[in-house]
């Protein structure tokens, strides 16, 4: 079952259960616990964004909303974590909700956002003061997730000026409190985005070093961004190269992908825009013998004297006219999206665009490898505790009830046979029939919980053991040095870390290695390893074999 419908289901079952309740004699001691799990049913998924200064981050943040975030009122402050969530400021004038260390919240302007700004020991002093920023966007991708913009671990506040280096060296505070920030938020996190730029002059060791930041594979994926600056490198060329290192980092990372943010934004506007069109149509007009030599340099294409005036002009295209094809534009995306709109049918151009920026790839990655686990885990959690709250009511009320409804006869009894006044008799037996049910009522009761109970553990069998697996590959992180680097790779896959690696479905291959798996079990004494292995012969077992 996918998320989507795991959460549909949980929220059905919640809600009939809801129902039975506010029909119950419990309606005040459970109903708001269960309303308090319907709302986690809905909670957006939480992607951490960490990224070393001037690797992209922001354009990578800017493909990720559909739209520049920078426009709302947040450029990039340079000592504050930043939640981006769903909704609307309660007042244009004060866009941004400010959470202090103390716990007070307060919405404030975008001159306070200025504030925040600079590498002064002011600055410092009141960012240290900050828990978060929180900004409010009516962007759907926000209802579903909520993103979190970090400074990271040694990333903006190692790179302040000389002034602010000297107050960070004499208190160290802010970075303290970073690097606690950005641990807890990784640890937390659905999932953690770790971006580093590809420059030219970037070693193995640096790129490998960029990436490594105390995160786990469990939850973390790497993105290299940037991949535009470099010239003739097919997307091909880079998947390669950021699977080499993705098999350096395999404990840090999930995987690595190759971005490029900023083309993929690009063709997106240009395509909303109608000027994808309009770029190919002017440009064709370009013998193909000569494209490439006056079209590739900046220089050229966008030169302003006689010769090249000249030039272009034979083709229709004047400075003011080249100048607005290009502007607003990197050289270098620019270049990228002008030669594929050249060479291939607008659509086909298009389509060989988002590919190559990887934003597509990676969205899905997120999707697959994270969000949906998380989704589902989150709902196996909120089913469990449905599951604890109907026991309780079957093992402590409903015996209540059992009790009073067996005596219910007899307290009507012996009030009928007292030899009080009449108007208190009646009292008191219009007292014990309002406040005590019949046999009938309680059995009712009782056979509608035990009804709720089964739908709930069929719920729990539809999630496949996935909080199992999750617990399975936490351990296995932990405890790789147990294993051959061959084991190692059979059980992450198997419990589901890789999305895009199929499972097997061999009868006689099953079933060897859960003979295997066995008698590992019985070769081993670390609790931890019996119960890894445990999981992986339960795992086989559940595999559609051919």
């Not at 002009?313 to 270098?332: C, I, P, V």
């Not at 053991?465 to 296995?476: H, I, M, N, P, Q």
Request: hydrophobic content about 35%.
């Amino acid at each position: 079952m996918d998320s989507t419908n795991v959460i549909e289901a949980t929220k059905s079952l919640i809600h009939n259960i809801l129902d039975v309740i506010e029909r119950s004699p419990w309606r005040d001691t459970y109903s708001e616990r269960i309303r308090v799990l319907a709302e986690r049913a809905d909670y957006p998924c939480e992607l951490a964004i960490v990224g070393q200064v001037k690797a992209g981050k922001s354009s990578f943040l800017n493909a990720l909303l559909g739209e520049d975030y920078a426009l709302v009122g947040t450029t990039e402050t340079t000592a504050t974590i930043n939640f981006f969530k769903y909704g609307l400021p309660k007042d244009p004038q004060h866009p941004v909700k400010v959470v202090w260390d103390d716990g007070k919240e307060e919405w404030q302007t975008r001159e306070f956002l200025d504030s925040l700004q600079g590498n002064s020991a002011d600055v410092l002093e009141k960012a240290q003061k900050i828990d978060h920023l929180e900004y409010y966007l009516q962007n759907s991708i926000l209802q579903n997730i909520t993103l979190v913009d970090t400074p990271g671990t040694n990333a903006l506040v190692g790179e302040h000026n000389e002034r602010a280096t000297e107050y960070i060296a004499t208190s160290g505070k802010l970075r303290e409190k970073h690097h606690e920030q950005s641990v807890n938020l990784k640890n937390k996190a659905d999932a953690v985005v770790v971006i580093t730029g590809r420059v030219p002059n970037m070693s193995t060791s640096e790129i490998v070093a960029s990436f490594s930041q105390e995160t786990s594979a469990f939850n973390a994926i790497g993105v290299m961004t940037k991949i535009d600056i470099e010239d003739g490198t097919t997307a091909t060329d880079w998947q390669r190269r950021c699977t080499e290192f993705s098999a350096m980092l395999r404990q840090q990372l999930n995987s690595i992908v190759p971005v490029s943010a900023q083309v993929f934004r690009a063709v997106k506007k240009l395509d909303s825009s109608g000027k994808l069109e309009e770029i190919a149509s002017c440009l064709r007009a370009i013998p193909s013998d000569e494209f490439e030599e006056v079209c590739k340099s900046r220089e050229t294409f966008l030169g302003n004297d006689s010769d090249i005036n000249e030039y272009f002009s034979q083709y229709g295209l004047s400075y003011a006219q080249r100048k607005a094809l290009a502007e607003n534009l990197d050289w270098m995306v620019f270049y990228k999206i002008a030669s594929e709109l050249y060479s291939h049918p607008v659509e086909v151009a298009k389509k060989n665009l988002i590919d190559y920026s990887g934003m597509e790839r990676m969205n899905d990655l997120l999707e697959q490898q994270f969000f949906n686990r998380s989704r589902i885990i989150r709902c196996t959690k909120i089913a469990a505790d449905l599951h604890k709250m109907l026991d309780e009511i079957i093992n402590r009320r409903i015996y209540s009830l059992r009790r009073d409804a067996n005596n219910r006869q007899e307290y009507l009894r012996i009030i009928s046979q007292s030899n009080v006044d009449e108007w208190l008799k009646n009292d008191f037996e219009n007292f014990i029939k309002d406040n005590i049910c019949t046999k009938e009522q309680y059995q009712g009761y009782e056979n509608k919980i035990l009804d709720l109970i089964q739908k709930v553990e069929n719920l729990q069998q539809s999630f496949g053991g996935a909080d199992k697996k999750s617990e399975a590959l936490l351990l296995l992180e932990q405890k790789q040095s147990s294993f051959t680097e061959s084991e190692f790779e059979e059980l992450e896959t198997l419990f589901g870390k890789y999305a895009d690696k199929p499972q097997p479905t061999d009868r006689k291959y099953i079933a060897s290695r859960q003979a295997f798996w066995r008698g590992k079990k019985a070769s081993t004494s670390n609790n931890e390893v019996k119960r890894i292995i445990e999981f992986a012969v339960y795992s086989y077992g559940t595999i559609n074999f051919k």
